[in-house]
């Protein structure tokens, strides 16, 4: 998005170009300096392995669970377990999330209803009601999943009661002025309008409920990428432990980049506006 | 320009990653060794122990407030939280079953066994719902168990489905004591194995299908022990000793009066005496005399039977990959530690 932003303000572009390719360097350099960091702190054994395991250490038990899995089930297998429970969640967030935050945004009323429960619960950190959840849907997949669907929930309604809010009352009033009945305004002027900042919300809601994955697998699973690492935090299995972090990282990465190239594909003029 | 910019940034943060890690293990070893600690930090359990006795019956206050060192306690709900605490450093002091203690060593946390606080018995046992129609392990092929993983409940339940093979055919499930109640109270479990309080709640509804008194019978023992770090039993040798006399004077209460013993630790843990009294027979609680014997510590240069119980555990928790490497019985014999018990009972000259 930024890049965009910046090849749109009409700047020397080749001045640009090089300023892009100098901030790349950085964050090559960071990482650089991080693994250096890294391996010389494990070289020296400053702390010990238990502590902090070696990068050499961390990508055998990376081969090895590839090869074995953990706890004998594989690697892919712990991931489907997860992005099954974390898309499901999400799946639910859009289709209850976006219609109510857009009717809120729409109807002071119903905002009146929702936003003040909203409110309340956001802040609220998962594990404090999870139990409750537990005690209400059992310890099967749904109570995770509707932990992960309460997380995701709030940054996408608030997302989009900001989008209707936001939107210039100009477009609505000629479109309305054309001739444009309720359906139409909401299908042709609000809906496309409110896309860019929904998405943002998607986004936020997949992030907030990514970091929120371990608390929801640390209570009766034998499954998932969170349900690892915490079985590994139990003997501390620190090379684990990383493994685990790393590949959480990773695929938060990409899955956010799959998003963002979603968006540019529905929301192509976003910025051109 | 921007090229030697970046260059010179990444140089300085370098430089900086370096000076950090340096200073951070400097500090570690620049501590003055002075006579006395200014606080102590005890992992404890919330379980009707010798342990439990001393703090409601203020024997921290006149063993150590009163020399002017600072008690702070931090409960955990199983040990191997307890282990995360001490490979920080967080603690000195920590209690947990033998199976974390086993972690301990394996892990390299460089601590030691000092004490056993109860070999266990009745007060941790299998449960399962009175109307599930289970009424032998073999039954349990095709159900789910709830246990808090890395426990001493979990190693005696692995060995149990073990011994009747049917290992592979039941779905363990990770959960702590108190999730287990409220799994249990919904019905999504109808077994599980766990220890008192909590086990006492379940049972309110089901019955015991085998306790770990009878696994131990079997040879597979396990108890709640108390571990320091050695850093700080080598530094102040004199109050771990102390911390022994504490344990065995709490624990002469409860062998000369259970009942009164049962009254000190039902108020702490929110039951009733009589059910603190049942949780305690349900546990043995040694002398130092007795923890000194061939059966637990033996003495030192002559390492007892528990010595070999850990490194049997050991090797099971290695097949299990839980640990990746199971320490030698000699790196054992050195980790139960009889040195403090025999100070605390004047019979070592160190």
């Given at each position: 998005?930024?890049?965009?932003?910046?090849?749109?303000?009409?700047?020397?572009?080749e001045?640009e170009k090089r300023k892009?390719?100098?901030e790349?360097?950085?964050?090559?350099?960071?990482?650089?300096?991080?693994?250096?960091?890294?391996y010389?702190?494990?070289?020296?054994?400053?702390f010990?392995?238990t502590?902090?395991p070696s990068?050499?250490?961390?990508?055998?038990?990376?081969?090895?669970?590839?090869e074995?899995?953990?706890?004998g089930?594989?690697i892919?297998s712990?991931?489907?377990?997860s992005?099954?429970?974390?898309f499901?969640?999400l799946?639910?967030?859009?289709?209850?999330?976006?219609p109510l935050?857009?009717?809120?945004?729409y109807?002071?009323?119903?905002?009146?209803?929702?936003?003040?429960?909203?409110e309340?619960?956001?802040?609220?950190?998962p594990?404090?009601y999870?139990?409750?959840?537990?005690l209400?849907?059992g310890?099967d997949d749904?109570?995770?999943?509707?932990?992960l669907f309460l997380?995701?929930f709030?940054?996408?309604y608030l997302?989009?009661?900001?989008?209707?809010s936001?939107?210039?009352?100009n477009y609505i009033l000629?479109?309305?002025?054309l001739g444009?009945?309720?359906k139409?305004?909401?299908f042709?002027?609000v809906l496309?309008?409110?896309?860019?900042?929904?998405f943002?919300?998607?986004?936020?809601?997949?992030?907030?409920?990514?970091?929120?994955?371990?608390?929801?697998?640390?209570?009766?699973?034998t499954?998932?990428?969170g349900?690892m690492?915490?079985d590994?935090s139990?003997?501390?299995?620190s090379?684990?432990i990383?493994v685990g972090?790393?590949?959480?990282g990773?695929t938060?990465?990409?899955?956010d980049a799959g998003?963002?190239?979603?968006e540019?594909?529905?929301v192509?003029?976003k910025?051109?506006? | 320009?921007s090229y030697?910019?970046t260059?010179?940034i990444?140089?300085?943060?370098?430089?900086?990653?370096?000076?950090v890690?340096?200073?951070?293990?400097?500090?570690?070893?620049?501590?003055?060794?002075?006579?006395?600690?200014?606080?102590?930090n005890f992992?404890i359990?919330r379980?009707?122990n010798d342990?439990t006795?001393?703090?409601?019956?203020?024997f921290?206050?006149k063993?150590?407030?009163?020399?002017?060192?600072k008690c702070?306690?931090?409960?955990?709900?199983?040990?191997?939280?307890?282990?995360?605490?001490?490979a920080?450093?967080?603690?000195d002091?920590?209690?947990m079953?033998n199976?974390?203690?086993?972690?301990s060593?394996?892990r390299?946390l460089?601590v030691?066994m000092?004490?056993?606080h109860?070999v266990?018995?009745?007060?941790e046992?299998?449960?399962?719902?009175?109307?599930?129609?289970?009424?032998?392990?073999?039954?349990l092929?095709g159900?789910?168990?709830?246990?808090?993983?890395?426990?001493?409940?979990?190693?005696?339940?692995?060995?149990?489905l073990?011994?009747?093979?049917i290992?592979?055919?039941v779905?363990?499930?990770?959960?702590?004591?108190?999730e287990?109640?409220?799994?249990?109270?919904?019905?999504?479990?109808?077994?599980?194995?766990l220890w008192?309080?909590?086990?006492?709640?379940?049972l309110?509804?089901?019955?015991?299908?085998?306790?770990?008194k009878?696994?131990?019978?079997?040879?597979?023992?396990?108890?709640?022990?108390?571990?320091?770090r050695k850093?700080?039993?080598?530094r102040?040798?004199d109050?771990?000793?102390?911390?022994?006399?504490?344990l065995s004077?709490?624990?002469d209460?409860?062998?000369?009066d259970?009942?009164?013993?049962?009254?000190?630790?039902?108020?702490?843990?929110e039951?009733?005496p009589?059910?603190?009294?049942?949780?305690?027979r349900?546990?043995?609680?040694h002398?130092?005399?007795?923890?000194?014997?061939?059966?637990?510590?033996?003495?030192?240069?002559?390492?007892?039977?528990?010595?070999?119980?850990m490194?049997?555990?050991?090797?099971?928790?290695q097949?299990?990959?839980?640990?990746?490497d199971?320490?030698s019985?000699?790196e054992?014999?050195e980790?139960v530690?009889?040195?403090?018990?025999?100070?605390?009972?004047g019979k070592s000259?160190?």
């Amino acid at each position: 998005m930024d890049s965009e932003k910046q090849t749109l303000s009409k700047k020397d572009p080749e001045k640009e170009k090089r300023k892009n390719k100098n901030e790349k360097k950085l964050t090559v350099g960071t990482w650089v300096v991080i693994l250096i960091a890294w391996y010389l702190i494990t070289k020296f054994e400053i702390f010990s392995p238990t502590l902090l395991p070696s990068p050499s250490r961390v990508l055998t038990t990376f081969f090895r669970l590839l090869e074995d899995g953990y706890n004998g089930v594989s690697i892919l297998s712990h991931l489907r377990a997860s992005f099954r429970r974390l898309f499901l969640a999400l799946a639910l967030a859009n289709a209850t999330a976006v219609p109510l935050g857009l009717l809120s945004g729409y109807f002071s009323k119903i905002e009146a209803i929702i936003d003040s429960v909203v409110e309340f619960y956001r802040p609220l950190p998962p594990l404090a009601y999870y139990t409750l959840l537990i005690l209400w849907f059992g310890i099967d997949d749904k109570s995770k999943i509707i932990l992960l669907f309460l997380a995701a929930f709030a940054p996408i309604y608030l997302a989009c009661v900001s989008a209707v809010s936001k939107i210039n009352e100009n477009y609505i009033l000629s479109a309305k002025s054309l001739g444009a009945n309720q359906k139409n305004v909401f299908f042709k002027i609000v809906l496309p309008a409110c896309l860019p900042e929904i998405f943002t919300g998607i986004r936020t809601a997949f992030g907030v409920s990514y970091t929120t994955l371990v608390s929801a697998e640390m209570i009766a699973a034998t499954s998932g990428i969170g349900w690892m690492v915490f079985d590994a935090s139990n003997f501390l299995k620190s090379d684990v432990i990383f493994v685990g972090i790393i590949i959480m990282g990773i695929t938060g990465v990409l899955i956010d980049a799959g998003l963002r190239f979603l968006e540019r594909k529905i929301v192509y003029w976003k910025g051109h506006v | 320009m921007s090229y030697k910019l970046t260059k010179i940034i990444l140089l300085i943060f370098l430089i900086g990653v370096i000076i950090v890690s340096f200073t951070a293990c400097s500090n570690n070893s620049n501590q003055t060794s002075d006579s006395l600690p200014e606080e102590i930090n005890f992992g404890i359990l919330r379980v009707p122990n010798d342990e439990t006795i001393a703090m409601v019956e203020g024997f921290f206050d006149k063993y150590f407030t009163e020399k002017g060192i600072k008690c702070n306690y931090i409960v955990f709900d199983s040990g191997a939280e307890a282990n995360q605490a001490l490979a920080s450093g967080s603690i000195d002091f920590a209690t947990m079953g033998n199976v974390n203690a086993v972690t301990s060593l394996a892990r390299d946390l460089g601590v030691e066994m000092i004490w056993i606080h109860e070999v266990l018995g009745d007060i941790e046992a299998l449960a399962v719902k009175e109307d599930s129609g289970i009424n032998k392990i073999e039954d349990l092929a095709g159900e789910r168990v709830a246990v808090p993983f890395a426990s001493t409940c979990h190693y005696v339940l692995l060995n149990a489905l073990k011994n009747v093979g049917i290992e592979d055919q039941v779905q363990l499930l990770d959960m702590k004591t108190t999730e287990i109640v409220a799994a249990w109270q919904r019905g999504d479990i109808k077994a599980a194995y766990l220890w008192q309080p909590t086990l006492g709640e379940v049972l309110k509804t089901g019955k015991v299908l085998i306790s770990s008194k009878e696994m131990a019978e079997k040879g597979y023992i396990t108890a709640n022990v108390e571990v320091v770090r050695k850093e700080f039993s080598n530094r102040y040798p004199d109050l771990v000793t102390s911390f022994i006399n504490m344990l065995s004077e709490a624990a002469d209460i409860y062998r000369e009066d259970p009942e009164k013993a049962a009254a000190i630790v039902a108020k702490k843990l929110e039951i009733t005496p009589e059910e603190a009294l049942k949780q305690m027979r349900g546990s043995s609680w040694h002398t130092r005399e007795e923890q000194l014997s061939p059966d637990f510590f033996g003495e030192t240069g002559n390492p007892g039977h528990f010595a070999t119980i850990m490194k049997e555990t050991s090797d099971f928790l290695q097949e299990q990959d839980s640990i990746d490497d199971s320490p030698s019985q000699e790196e054992f014999n050195e980790y139960v530690n009889p040195l403090y018990i025999e100070k605390s009972l004047g019979k070592s000259e160190g």
